[in-house]
């Protein structure tokens, strides 16, 4: 009975599994019959050029069956037709699951439509016998990927043997044609392209080649007739194909070169109709382009911020804006536009090499590793070659480092840069190896002894090591070498400066003026006056390279120094300059000095001097009038003066109409007078141009703050604070809570130190609250944390000072005597060093000062206090 329950109950589950299998067979041939309808659809909609239908059939079957390849090909298919190629790579990337020999040709095809060779090349390497199988599509991809490589001999052998394959005749003749074109030979071109017609009359690939190259032949009649047929043939769709607006662009120029405009314009309206806002784009481009020929950087910079108002993902307007900002030395902002724009495979060599050298500026070296990992194997450019390196050695990662280092050797076995790369190398996996990096740079210049990176990297080693005699000697043999060399003969010259041997000094500098009469060598004698406090020969030599060179900027700064230290007064220093100096430098640089004496209504009168600034000098001028603008601003904020405040910030936004900054004063000064209509206004402007960013959303809580509306106050700060740990956003957050919640506030701060621990005002607040609960040691740490970041930072210079003499630390003089050195108006800080001097005995001292803080401070009972005792 036994067994035969147990025979029942097997035969069962057999059952069950059988009947479970049949369930699941006929589900999978329901989907795979399902699959099969949106592929088929999408394949429909693709050859119908339906494109829209087509992503839509694609996405439904990359949503519904993600493990099938079908709708990650057909949606990789559309994008390559659209001119997309990026974004067809990054769907094929996308997909992860089994994959034929027609997806890795698909893959191929689109490495191949964005250049990116070395991608195509792994990609043959790892799956070829797969590829092997699609026969001459393979081959017709390799001659294209060939031609990319620079390698046309290779390619046109590939070419001539399609030309005598069923079905790609007309692409051989074609791919040769571009081959011969490339050459310049229009004529052996279109003859091949006349053939590649003859098997394919109706190809718009040799169509639109042989309009080319007819335009460009002067043949502008055949040209027009070749691409309006080519247009003719084109199918139509229901998005443009880069074809067709290639076509359009092109017959718009040739109607409009033979006077027929208003044919021109049907072409160019489709256009516009079609991409509304493209011509704007490319006029803003252009304009963009020609004012960085220009050097107008400025103007450059507002073209292409207006492109990117209206297009935010424009590769080519953020590409070009880093580089210019990277020009001027902003490697943040330039960091800001580059990131997510560089490809090495496909950018040039100095836009990587710009992309890279601004992540190192940035301490960012794992991102030169991450954007240069996938080609460094490939890479044959030595300057990408060492910027790999250098970021390998920083990050520690010495295996990435030897590749780079390897490829050097093989590549470029003589070049200095490999010395320079070992020592660097070495100096960094083995520290104290000092004598074997210094060996190392002394065979690197025995075989390239002129190199200055090499003789500047041995005689900094040499000081590094303490060897001055060895250093004196190097210099003294290369000042004794033949040869003029600017570089070098710097080099020597600044040596001599350092160890104060200005006579040999003063000789190398006249010697480079003789032999190259470089305005460094004047610069150097300038300097060598000043280290020897021999002010009125350091303002001869600066006038003397104003005489000489009247735009250098340096110079006016070096002569207004001179005059300073010589007790003189700069803004009289125009009588005596040289007659050849340029005025407009001139009031650029006294509005500077006047700028940093704080003198910024005078500063502002001079500034506008400057009307007539090289154009190099331009953008240093803008700058500095914002910056004096701004000051005043906050001036007239501070004194509660809102009316100037408003006339100066709308007077600023004339000139500057887009600068947030100033935008953001304006909605200040607007929530600060009561005037909440008109700054809520402002902010909804500021927002439009920042969506983003937490500075709007700290002045909109500000806003609420005026109109007593602390909840939603808080509730902006916090929302910001957890999009983005800001401190902005952190100060404003806090100080809301210290004045509603004070248990809040304490928990606030602690996240808030978690978060940013090295954030300046966390632990500034940190020390203050510290200090308040009695906790002074704490609060000392917390201030002395702030002042390792900035030194010059008053509240921890003032209030460090004076818990220091609580217990009567030495340090307490020294730190109140530096905050008032910063700022000799502020009374806490005049009570605290006079306090601090009449404990230590200096009573005479500090009369004066804590007499100044009563002055300022006559109801404070504290400094009261200290006014009594010290004035007994």
């Known amino acids: 009975m036994k067994k035969s329950s147990t025979v029942t109950f097997s035969s069962l589950l057999l059952a069950s599994s059988l009947f479970i299998t049949a369930c699941n067979e006929d589900s999978n041939t329901e989907n795979v019959a399902e699959l099969a309808q949106y592929s088929q659809q999408g394949k429909t909609y693709l050859d119908q050029s339906q494109f829209k239908a087509a992503i839509n059939s694609a996405n439904n079957a990359i949503v519904l069956y993600p493990k099938h390849q079908d709708g990650f090909v057909i949606l990789a298919k559309v994008y390559n037709k659209l001119g997309q190629s990026n974004q067809a790579l990054d769907v094929l990337n996308r997909y992860q699951g089994d994959k034929d020999a027609d997806f890795y040709l698909l893959l191929l095809e689109s490495y191949q439509r964005t250049k990116k060779v070395i991608s195509a090349r792994k990609l043959i390497e790892q799956e070829s016998d797969l590829l092997s199988t699609k026969g001459d599509s393979f081959k017709l991809l390799q001659a294209k990927l060939l031609l990319l490589e620079d390698k046309p001999d290779q390619a046109l052998s590939m070419f001539t043997e399609l030309q005598t394959e069923p079905g790609f005749e007309s692409e051989g003749f074609i791919g040769e044609a571009r081959i011969a074109a490339g050459t310049n030979d229009k004529e052996a071109a279109l003859s091949l392209l006349?053939?590649?017609?003859?098997?394919?009359?109706?190809?718009?690939?040799?169509?639109?080649?042989?309009?080319?190259?007819?335009?460009?032949?002067?043949?502008?009649?055949?040209?027009?007739?070749?691409?309006?047929?080519a247009l003719s043939e084109l199918p139509s769709s229901d998005i443009f194909t880069p074809e067709r607006i290639n076509i359009l662009k092109a017959l718009t120029s040739i109607l409009t070169s033979q006077g027929r405009s208003s044919e021109a314009l049907l072409y160019s309206r489709i256009l516009s109709d079609e991409f509304p806002t493209a011509t704007t784009i490319n006029e803003y481009y252009v304009s963009a382009q020609e004012?960085?020929?220009?050097?107008?950087?400025?103007?450059?910079?507002?073209?292409?911020?207006?492109?990117?108002?209206?297009?935010?993902?424009?590769k080519k307007a953020s590409t070009m804006l880093g580089v210019i900002l990277y020009t001027e030395g902003d490697v943040t902002g330039a960091e800001k536009y580059l990131t997510g724009m560089i490809d090495p495979e496909v950018n040039t060599p100095q836009l990587t090499q710009i992309y890279a050298m601004t992540q190192l500026k940035l301490n960012q070296s794992s991102d030169v590793l991450n954007i240069l990992d996938g080609v460094i194997e490939y890479e044959e450019r030595l300057d990408t070659l060492t910027l790999y390196a250098i970021a390998a050695i920083g990050e520690k990662q010495f295996d990435k480092a030897d590749v780079a280092i390897q490829r050097i050797k093989n590549l470029f076995p003589n070049s200095p840069k490999l010395t320079l790369l070992e020592s660097s190398y070495l100096n960094e996996k083995s520290p104290g190896e000092d004598q074997a990096v210094l060996d190392l740079l002394s065979a690197g210049l025995a075989k390239n002894s002129t190199d200055l990176s090499l003789q500047t990297a041995y005689l900094k080693k040499l000081l590094e090591m303490k060897q001055i005699e060895e250093a004196d000697r190097f210099i003294k043999n290369e000042a004794e070498k033949p040869g003029d060399a600017v570089g070098t003969r710097l080099l020597i010259a600044n040596y001599y400066l350092y160890r104060q041997q200005y006579a040999l000094a003063e000789q190398s500098f006249n010697q480079i003026i003789k032999a190259s009469d470089d305005v460094q060598g004047y610069y150097g004698l300038a300097q060598?006056?000043?280290?020897?406090?021999?002010w009125l020969?350091?303002?001869?030599?600066?006038?003397?390279?104003?005489?000489?060179?009247?735009?250098?900027?340096?110079?006016?700064y070096g002569a207004v120094i001179s005059?300073?230290?010589?007790?003189?007064?700069p803004l009289k220093i125009e009588e005596r300059l040289s007659a050849k100096h340029n005025p407009s430098v001139l009031a650029l640089v006294l509005a500077d000095y006047q700028y940093q004496k704080k003198q910024f209504a005078d500063a502002d009168k001079m500034i506008k001097k400057a009307i007539n600034l090289p154009v190099d000098l331009v953008d240093?001028?803008?700058?500095?009038?914002?910056?004096?603008?701004?000051?005043?601003?906050?001036?007239?904020?501070?004194?509660?003066?809102?009316?100037?405040?408003?006339?100066?910030?709308?007077?600023q936004l004339q000139l500057t109409p887009t600068q947030p900054l100033f935008l953001m004063r304006l909605a200040a000064i607007e929530t600060l007078s009561g005037q909440f209509t008109?700054?809520?206004?402002?902010?909804?402007?500021?927002?439009?141009?920042?969506?983003?960013?937490?500075?709007?959303?700290?002045?909109?809580?500000?806003?609420?703050?005026?109109?007593?509306?602390?909840?939603?106050?808080?509730?902006?700060?916090?929302?910001?604070?957890?999009?983005?740990?800001?401190d902005q956003v952190a100060v404003e957050l806090y100080k809301v809570y210290q004045r509603t919640d004070k248990a809040k506030a304490e928990a606030f701060l602690s996240q808030w130190l978690v978060?940013?621990?090295a954030s300046l005002y966390a632990n500034l607040n940190s020390g203050m609250a510290l200090q308040r609960k009695g906790d002074n040691k704490a609060a000392i740490s917390a201030y002395e944390k702030v002042l390792s970041v900035a030194p010059n930072e008053l509240t921890s210079l003032n209030n460090a000072a004076w818990l220091y003499a609580l217990d009567n630390d030495p340090k307490a003089e020294a730190l109140a005597a530096r905050a008032y050195q910063i700022d000799p108006n502020n009374p806490a800080i005049l009570d605290t060093y006079g306090w601090i001097l009449y404990q230590a005995g200096k009573k005479e001292e500090a009369k004066p000062l804590i007499k100044k803080a009563l002055e300022l401070l006559p109801d404070d009972e504290e400094v009261q206090k200290h006014w009594a005792a010290v004035s007994e």
Do not use: C
């Not at 017609?197 to 502008?220: C, D, Q, S, V």
């Not at 004012?291 to 993902?313: M, N, V």
């Not at 060598?528 to 021999?534: G, H, I, P, T, V």
């Not at 005059?563 to 003189?568: A, D, G, K, N």
């Open 620 to 651: 240093k001028g803008d700058t500095l009038q914002q910056q004096i603008s701004n000051q005043r601003i906050i001036a007239a904020i501070r004194s509660k003066d809102y009316t100037s405040a408003r006339e100066l910030t709308l007077a």
């Open 678 to 726: 008109e700054a809520d206004k402002v902010l909804k402007q500021i927002e439009a141009m920042l969506p983003d960013n937490p500075q709007v959303g700290v002045l909109k809580a500000q806003l609420s703050l005026a109109q007593k509306d602390d909840a939603t106050a808080e509730q902006l700060l916090s929302d910001e604070w957890n999009k983005q740990n800001n």
């Open 537 to 556: 020969s350091a303002f001869t030599y600066y006038n003397q390279i104003i005489d000489l060179y009247p735009e250098q900027v340096k110079a006016y």
């Open 755 to 757: 978060a940013s621990p």
């Open 563 to 569: 005059v300073q230290q010589q007790r003189q007064d």
């Open 194 to 229: 006349k053939k590649a017609m003859l098997t394919e009359p109706k190809n718009t690939e040799a169509l639109m080649l042989k309009g080319f190259l007819l335009l460009e032949k002067g043949e502008i009649e055949q040209a027009e007739s070749t691409l309006s047929f």
């Open 528 to 534: 060598s006056k000043q280290l020897q406090q021999d």
């Open 291 to 314: 004012y960085y020929k220009r050097k107008q950087l400025g103007e450059a910079k507002e073209a292409l911020h207006k492109i990117l108002e209206l297009d935010p993902k424009n």
